[in-house]
């Protein structure tokens, strides 16, 4: 069962639409209606990808990592969504702390209505 806060594996696609390759993704949000939709976005271990401010980074010092089931520190790619039916996820490995992914929603927020 899929919900808000988690880490699952899905094979993210490139924005030039070239296959991509499967990775974390946290979920945001189920999309309403009756399709069975989610909002995810992408996570990736390239730390330098970050943008400060808006997206997010998980280090092993952060007090919720041992809970996402990611390997290596990551940043969490808030401008980098999808929506997907939540059939094609291919798993969870972990979620994240319910006070991180509040502040993932405010600052995809702040983000869409600046």
């Known amino acids: 069962m899929l919900r808000e806060g988690q880490i699952v594996l899905f094979e993210f696609p490139n924005a030039d639409q070239r296959r991509g390759k499967l990775r974390p993704a946290l979920i945001i949000k189920p999309c309403p209606g009756q ?38 520190s990551s940043v969490i790619r808030i401008t980098r969504l999808a929506v997907v039916k939540g059939d094609i996820i291919k798993g969870s490995i972990g979620s994240i702390s319910s006070d991180r992914h509040k502040l993932i929603c ?3 927020s702040e983000w869409l209505s600046a």
Request: with cysteine; hydrophobic share 35%; aromatic share 8%.
């Open 35 to 72: 399709y069975g939709d989610w909002l995810i976005c992408m996570i990736s271990s390239q730390l330098h990808q970050q943008l400060p401010g808006i997206d997010e980074v998980l280090t092993n010092a952060s007090s919720d990592f041992s809970q996402t089931g990611l390997k290596l």
């Open 106 to 108: 405010t600052r995809l």
